[in-house]
C-alpha cells in the first residue's frame, strides 16, 4: 500500500520512468486509544481528537499527489501506539510532540515526500502562529499567512487602539448574518434565514466565494457602503464638479472606487460667459480630484482609486493622453480614452477626425486620426497609460438603453455603469472545484454559483446609500457581477497550458456556465422577489419573464481576495512562481508570494530544494530551469511566457460570456515595439473586447509586482486599482 508510486528517471535511459522501492508499511488491527487529553501550545489542554493526526498526514499526502486515505488511517494508528509507549502513566501528551512523532513515522514507513510536505507545512504554521500572535490575530479558519496581514490590515473590526477585536470566523459570520438577514423583508422566517446564513458562511470559509472589499469591510457595521464601483456624473458647472467631488469622497471613506467621464466639461481657453473669464479646462479638475484622493487615503483603511476617461472627440485629447507620462501624476487615477467606431473606422482610413466642444456640440479642431491614435500607442508602450474602452461596444450591450448611454467605468475598467450607477462585486474561486481526477466539478459550482447571486442581490438591499440618485439607480436596475479567480490555478490543476487552445475552450466554458447559471437564478430570484424595476426598460423583457438584475457576471481583477482565497488573481496567468507583491503603502509591508500549487508539484515530483525555489525566486520565468522536467515547465508558464495574442484572445474569451466587462492585462516584454501594442489594441477590437489595457515589462520605475531582488519588475497587473477587489 502506498500514497503513491514516486518515480525518477533511469540513469542509463533519461527517458525511462522507473518505481521508487518503499519498505512495507506494518500494519495491526484497529487499537483502542488511550490518551484522553492533549496540551496544546498556548498551554490549554484539551481533549485528544486521534482523527486530527490522520487529517494532517491526509493532507500532507494529498499534497503530494496521495490516493490512498486508509493508509494515512494506518500511519495514525502508529503514531498513537509510538506515542501512547513514550508517556509516562497520566502523562499528557504536548502537541509538538505528537508532530515529531508524526514526522519519524512517516519517514520509517517509506513516505519520504509526505514526511517532507508534512514538515513545510509545520514549518509554515510555525511562522503563522507567530505572525498572528504579534497581531493579536485569532485564526480559526487557518488561513495562509498573507491572508491573514491583509485582513488584520483592511477588515477585521478593531477597537479604538487599532487591535482587532473579530477573528476571522468571527469576520465571515459578521458578513452571512448580515446578508442574510435580508431575506427576512422577503417573507422568510427564522429558520428560512438561518439556513441561508449558514449557506453564506460555508462558502466563504470554505473560500470558494470572496465578495468584494466593501463588503467585507463593512457589511454588519455601522457603515453599510457595501458596493465596490461607482459612476459618478460631471456636468459643466462648478457646483456640479465639487458636488460630485464631495460625494467621490465620502464613497473613498467607505472604500468604494469611482470612475468618471471629463468629457462633458468644456475644453481648456474655452469661454465662460458668466464671469467673463475662461475655462482652466477638464484636465486641470482631474488633478483636483486626485489631490482630494491623496489627502482622503491618509485618513482611511483603504486607499481611493478613480477612472478617469476622456472622449476621444474631447478638444483636450492629446493632452489628456500624455497627462501621465511623467510617473506620479495623477497617482490616485487610472485613465482611458474613450474611442468610437467612428474614431476607429477613420483610424483604419486613415481619416481627419473632429474634435468637438461638448458645451457647442461644434467640431473646433480637426485632426488625423491616426495622429492621435499612434500618440495613443506610444504612450500605452511608454508606461502603459491610457488604457482604451471601446464606448460603441460597451453602449451595444447596454442592458438599459432607454434610461441613458454609459459613459464611463469603474477604477480598473469592468464594470461600465451609467451616471449615478453602483455595482457590487464578488468572485468565485474555480480552482477549488477541481477534482482529484482533473475535472471540474459543475454540481458544485452551479451551487455556488446559486448562493453567490442570492448573496450578491442582497447586498443592492443591505446598502445604505451615499446620495438619493446612487439608490433610485442602483435599486432600479440591481446590477450584480460575479466573476471568477484562480483561472490559472484551475488550468494547472487540469494540467491545461494556458496559452493553448484547449486552455481558450475551457475559459469559454466555465464562463459560458456561470453566466448561464447565474442568469437562471437570477430569473428565479425574480419570480421570487420581484423584477428589477427597470425590467420593462431592459433588453431582457423580450427574452425573459422575470429577472432580478440587469447584469449578473463581471470579471475584477481580485488582487486582495485573491490572496484570502489562496489562488490566483482573476483569469491571469500566473505573475510568476515566487515574487513580491509591493503594497506596503496599502499594507504596512510587501508580501513574498511562492506558489502554493508549483510547492506541491515540487515535493510530488520531488525536485523540491530550497536552493532552487531561491533561484527561482531570482527569475521570472521558469521555463530556463533545467532542473525542472519539461512536462512541469509546460503547464507553469507565467505572463512572460505568454505573447500578447493569447493574451487578448483570453481576455475576449471571458468577454463572450460576461455581461459587464473583463479586467485584465496584456503583458509585452521590454523589448516589445509600438507595433505590437497597435496590433494588440486592434485585435481586442476585433474580437469584442470592451476594453483594453497593456503593460510592457520596465516600463515604470515603481510597479506593483517584481521577482525577488529585482529591480524590475513582472507587471502592474492591478494598476492602482483596490476598490473592485
Same mark, same amino acid.
Given at each position: 500500500?502506498?500514497?503513491?508510486?514516486?518515480?525518477?528517471?533511469?540513469?542509463?535511459?533519461?527517458?525511462?520512468?522507473?518505481?521508487?522501492?518503499?519498505?512495507?508499511?506494518?500494519?495491526?488491527?484497529?487499537?483502542?486509544?488511550?490518551?484522553?487529553?492533549?496540551?496544546?501550545?498556548?498551554?490549554?489542554? !484539551?481533549?485528544?481528537?486521534?482523527?486530527?493526526?490522520?487529517?494532517?498526514?491526509?493532507?500532507?499526502?494529498?499534497? @503530494?499527489?496521495?490516493?490512498?486515505?486508509?493508509?494515512?488511517?494506518?500511519?495514525?494508528?502508529?503514531?498513537?501506539?509510538?506515542?501512547?509507549?513514550?508517556?509516562?502513566?497520566?502523562?499528557?501528551?504536548?502537541?509538538?510532540?505528537?508532530?515529531?512523532?508524526?514526522?519519524?513515522?512517516?519517514?520509517? $514507513?517509506?513516505?519520504?515526500?509526505?514526511?517532507?510536505?508534512?514538515?513545510?507545512?509545520?514549518?509554515?504554521?510555525?511562522?503563522?502562529?507567530?505572525?498572528?500572535?504579534?497581531?493579536? !490575530?485569532?485564526?480559526?479558519?487557518?488561513?495562509?499567512?498573507?491572508?491573514?496581514?491583509?485582513?488584520?490590515?483592511?477588515?477585521?473590526?478593531?477597537?479604538?487602539?487599532?487591535?482587532?477585536?473579530?477573528?476571522?470566523?468571527?469576520?465571515?459570520?459578521?458578513?452571512?448574518?448580515?446578508?442574510?438577514?435580508?431575506?427576512?423583508?422577503?417573507?422568510?422566517?427564522?429558520?428560512?434565514?438561518?439556513?441561508?446564513?449558514?449557506?453564506?458562511?460555508?462558502?466563504?470559509?470554505?473560500?470558494?466565494?470572496?465578495?468584494?472589499?466593501?463588503?467585507?469591510?463593512?457589511?454588519?457595521?455601522?457603515?453599510?457602503?457595501?458596493?465596490?464601483?461607482?459612476?459618478?456624473?460631471?456636468?459643466?458647472?462648478?457646483?456640479?464638479?465639487?458636488?460630485?467631488?464631495?460625494?467621490?469622497?465620502?464613497?473613498?471613506?467607505?472604500?468604494?472606487?469611482?470612475?468618471?467621464?471629463?468629457?462633458?466639461?468644456?475644453?481648456?481657453?474655452?469661454?465662460?460667459?458668466?464671469?467673463?473669464?475662461?475655462?482652466?479646462?477638464?484636465?486641470?479638475?482631474?488633478?483636483?480630484?486626485?489631490?482630494?484622493?491623496?489627502?482622503?487615503?491618509?485618513?482611511?483603511?483603504?486607499?481611493?482609486?478613480?477612472?478617469?476617461?476622456?472622449?476621444?472627440?474631447?478638444?483636450?485629447?492629446?493632452?489628456?493622453?500624455?497627462?501621465?507620462?511623467?510617473?506620479?501624476?495623477?497617482?490616485?487615477? $487610472?485613465?482611458?480614452?474613450?474611442?468610437?467606431?467612428?474614431?476607429?473606422?477613420?483610424?483604419?482610413?486613415?481619416?481627419?477626425?473632429?474634435?468637438?466642444?461638448?458645451?457647442?456640440?461644434?467640431?473646433?479642431?480637426?485632426?488625423?486620426?491616426?495622429?492621435?491614435?499612434?500618440?495613443?500607442?506610444?504612450?500605452?508602450?511608454?508606461?502603459?497609460?491610457?488604457? !482604451?474602452?471601446?464606448?460603441?461596444?460597451?453602449?451595444?450591450?447596454?442592458?438599459?438603453?432607454?434610461?441613458?448611454?454609459?459613459?464611463?467605468?469603474?477604477?480598473?475598467?469592468?464594470?461600465?455603469?451609467?451616471?449615478?450607477?453602483?455595482?457590487?462585486?464578488?468572485?468565485?474561486?474555480?480552482?477549488?472545484?477541481?477534482?482529484?481526477?482533473?475535472?471540474? $466539478?459543475?454540481?458544485?459550482?452551479?451551487?455556488?454559483?446559486?448562493?453567490?447571486?442570492?448573496?450578491?442581490?442582497?447586498?443592492?438591499?443591505?446598502?445604505?446609500?451615499?446620495?438619493?440618485?446612487?439608490?433610485?439607480?442602483?435599486?432600479?436596475?440591481?446590477?450584480?457581477?460575479?466573476?471568477?479567480?484562480?483561472?490559472?490555478?484551475?488550468?494547472?490543476?487540469?494540467?491545461?497550458?494556458?496559452?493553448?487552445?484547449?486552455?481558450?475552450?475551457?475559459?469559454?466554458?466555465?464562463?459560458?456556465?456561470?453566466?448561464?447559471?447565474?442568469?437562471?437564478?437570477?430569473?428565479?430570484?425574480?419570480?421570487?422577489?420581484?423584477?428589477?424595476?427597470?425590467?420593462?426598460?431592459?433588453?431582457?423583457?423580450?427574452?425573459?419573464?422575470?429577472?432580478?438584475?440587469?447584469? !449578473?457576471?463581471?470579471?475584477?481583477?481580485?488582487?486582495?481576495?485573491?490572496?484570502?482565497?489562496?489562488?490566483?488573481?482573476?483569469?491571469?496567468?500566473?505573475?510568476?512562481? @515566487?515574487?513580491?507583491?509591493?503594497?506596503?503603502?496599502?499594507?504596512?509591508?510587501?508580501?513574498?508570494?511562492?506558489?502554493?500549487?508549483?510547492?506541491?508539484?515540487?515535493?510530488?515530483?520531488?525536485?523540491?530544494?530550497?536552493?532552487?525555489?531561491?533561484?527561482?525566486?531570482?527569475?521570472?520565468?521558469?521555463?530556463? @530551469?533545467?532542473?525542472?522536467?519539461?512536462?512541469?515547465?509546460?503547464?507553469?508558464?507565467?505572463?512572460?511566457?505568454?505573447?500578447?495574442?493569447?493574451?487578448?484572445?483570453?481576455?475576449?474569451?471571458?468577454?463572450?460570456?460576461?455581461?459587464?466587462?473583463?479586467?485584465?492585462?496584456? $503583458?509585452?516584454?521590454?523589448?516589445?515595439?509600438?507595433?505590437?501594442?497597435?496590433?494588440?489594441?486592434?485585435?481586442?477590437?476585433?474580437?469584442?473586447?470592451?476594453?483594453?489595457?497593456?503593460?510592457?515589462?520596465?516600463?515604470?520605475?515603481?510597479? @506593483?509586482?517584481?521577482?525577488?531582488?529585482?529591480?524590475?519588475?513582472?507587471?502592474?497587473?492591478?494598476?492602482?486599482?483596490?476598490?473592485?477587489?
Amino acid at each position: 500500500m502506498h500514497f503513491k508510486a514516486f518515480s525518477k528517471k533511469d540513469s542509463t535511459n533519461p527517458n525511462l520512468i522507473v518505481k521508487k522501492r518503499k519498505p512495507a508499511l506494518i500494519t495491526r488491527a484497529p487499537h483502542m486509544v488511550t490518551i484522553t487529553k492533549i496540551k496544546k501550545r498556548d498551554g490549554r489542554i !484539551v481533549e485528544f481528537d486521534s482523527n486530527k493526526i490522520t487529517e494532517a498526514i491526509w493532507k500532507a499526502a494529498k499534497t @503530494v499527489g496521495g490516493k490512498d486515505r486508509s493508509l494515512a488511517e494506518s500511519l495514525a494508528e502508529q503514531v498513537i501506539r509510538q506515542l501512547e509507549k513514550q508517556l509516562k502513566p497520566d502523562e499528557i501528551p504536548r502537541v509538538e510532540q505528537v508532530q515529531d512523532i508524526v514526522e519519524k513515522t512517516l519517514i520509517e $514507513n517509506g513516505q519520504a515526500s509526505v514526511a517532507k510536505a508534512y514538515i513545510l507545512y509545520r514549518q509554515k504554521r510555525t511562522k503563522i502562529r507567530r505572525t498572528k500572535t504579534l497581531l493579536g !490575530v485569532v485564526d480559526e479558519l487557518k488561513l495562509p499567512l498573507n491572508a491573514i496581514l491583509v485582513l488584520e490590515r483592511r477588515y477585521l473590526k478593531k477597537d479604538e487602539r487599532g487591535k482587532a477585536i473579530e477573528s476571522t470566523s468571527q469576520m465571515f459570520r459578521r458578513i452571512a448574518k448580515s446578508l442574510a438577514e435580508v431575506e427576512s423583508q422577503y417573507g422568510k422566517n427564522d429558520a428560512e434565514v438561518a439556513k441561508c446564513e449558514s449557506e453564506f458562511y460555508r462558502i466563504m470559509t470554505n473560500l470558494e466565494f470572496i465578495p468584494n472589499s466593501p463588503t467585507l469591510m463593512n457589511a454588519g457595521t455601522m457603515f453599510r457602503q457595501l458596493s465596490a464601483c461607482f459612476v459618478l456624473p460631471i456636468e459643466d458647472s462648478i457646483e456640479s464638479i465639487f458636488d460630485t467631488l464631495k460625494t467621490a469622497a465620502i464613497i473613498h471613506k467607505t472604500g468604494g472606487g469611482t470612475g468618471f467621464s471629463f468629457s462633458r466639461l468644456r475644453p481648456r481657453r474655452d469661454v465662460v460667459k458668466t464671469t467673463g473669464g475662461i475655462a482652466s479646462g477638464a484636465i486641470s479638475f482631474a488633478r483636483i480630484y486626485d489631490t482630494a484622493t491623496e489627502v482622503m487615503k491618509q485618513g482611511g483603511r483603504r486607499r481611493g482609486a478613480n477612472m478617469g476617461i476622456l472622449r476621444v472627440d474631447h478638444p483636450e485629447i492629446m493632452d489628456f493622453i500624455v497627462a501621465k507620462e511623467k510617473e506620479g501624476v495623477l497617482r490616485n487615477f $487610472n485613465i482611458s480614452i474613450a474611442t468610437t467606431d467612428k474614431f476607429m473606422k477613420a483610424v483604419e482610413e486613415d481619416g481627419d477626425f473632429g474634435l468637438i466642444n461638448p458645451r457647442s456640440g461644434e467640431v473646433v479642431e480637426t485632426l488625423k486620426a491616426r495622429a492621435i491614435w499612434n500618440l495613443m500607442i506610444m504612450m500605452a508602450w511608454k508606461n502603459g497609460e491610457p488604457g !482604451v474602452i471601446f464606448l460603441d461596444t460597451i453602449n451595444k450591450h447596454n442592458p438599459t438603453p432607454r434610461l441613458g448611454q454609459i459613459e464611463s467605468t469603474n477604477p480598473c475598467g469592468e464594470q461600465p455603469l451609467l451616471p449615478y450607477e453602483s455595482c457590487n462585486l464578488g468572485s468565485i474561486d474555480v480552482s477549488k472545484f477541481v477534482t482529484d481526477n482533473g475535472e471540474i $466539478n459543475w454540481n458544485r459550482l452551479k451551487q455556488v454559483v446559486r448562493l453567490a447571486v442570492r448573496f450578491l442581490d442582497n447586498v443592492v438591499d443591505a446598502n445604505v446609500y451615499t446620495l438619493p440618485e446612487i439608490e433610485k439607480i442602483t435599486k432600479g436596475n440591481r446590477k450584480i457581477g460575479l466573476g471568477i479567480m484562480g483561472f490559472a490555478d484551475m488550468l494547472i490543476k487540469m494540467g491545461i497550458k494556458y496559452d493553448t487552445e484547449e486552455g481558450l475552450k475551457t475559459g469559454e466554458k466555465l464562463a459560458k456556465f456561470i453566466n448561464a447559471e447565474a442568469r437562471k437564478m437570477s430569473a428565479e430570484l425574480g419570480e421570487e422577489k420581484g423584477n428589477f424595476p427597470n425590467f420593462r426598460e431592459s433588453i431582457w423583457k423580450e427574452q425573459f419573464k422575470t429577472m432580478r438584475n440587469a447584469t !449578473v457576471t463581471t470579471i475584477a481583477p481580485t488582487g486582495t481576495i485573491s490572496i484570502i482565497a489562496g489562488c490566483s488573481q482573476g483569469i491571469e496567468p500566473l505573475f510568476a512562481i @515566487v515574487y513580491v507583491r509591493e503594497v506596503a503603502e496599502s499594507l504596512g509591508r510587501s508580501l513574498v508570494e511562492v506558489n502554493p500549487l508549483f510547492e506541491s508539484m515540487a515535493l510530488k515530483e520531488e525536485f523540491y530544494d530550497e536552493e532552487l525555489i531561491k533561484k527561482i525566486a531570482r527569475k521570472m520565468s521558469i521555463q530556463d @530551469v533545467e532542473e525542472i522536467q519539461e512536462r512541469v515547465r509546460r503547464i507553469f508558464v507565467v505572463a512572460h511566457d505568454i505573447s500578447a495574442e493569447w493574451h487578448v484572445r483570453m481576455q475576449a474569451a471571458f468577454q463572450k460570456y460576461t455581461d459587464n466587462a473583463v479586467s485584465k492585462t496584456i $503583458n509585452f516584454p521590454n523589448r516589445a515595439t509600438p507595433d505590437d501594442i497597435d496590433k494588440a489594441y486592434w485585435l481586442a477590437y476585433k474580437l469584442g473586447c470592451k476594453g483594453v489595457t497593456v503593460y510592457r515589462h520596465r516600463s515604470r520605475e515603481k510597479q @506593483v509586482l517584481r521577482p525577488i531582488e529585482s529591480d524590475g519588475t513582472l507587471a502592474d497587473f492591478s494598476f492602482g486599482c483596490p476598490t473592485c477587489i
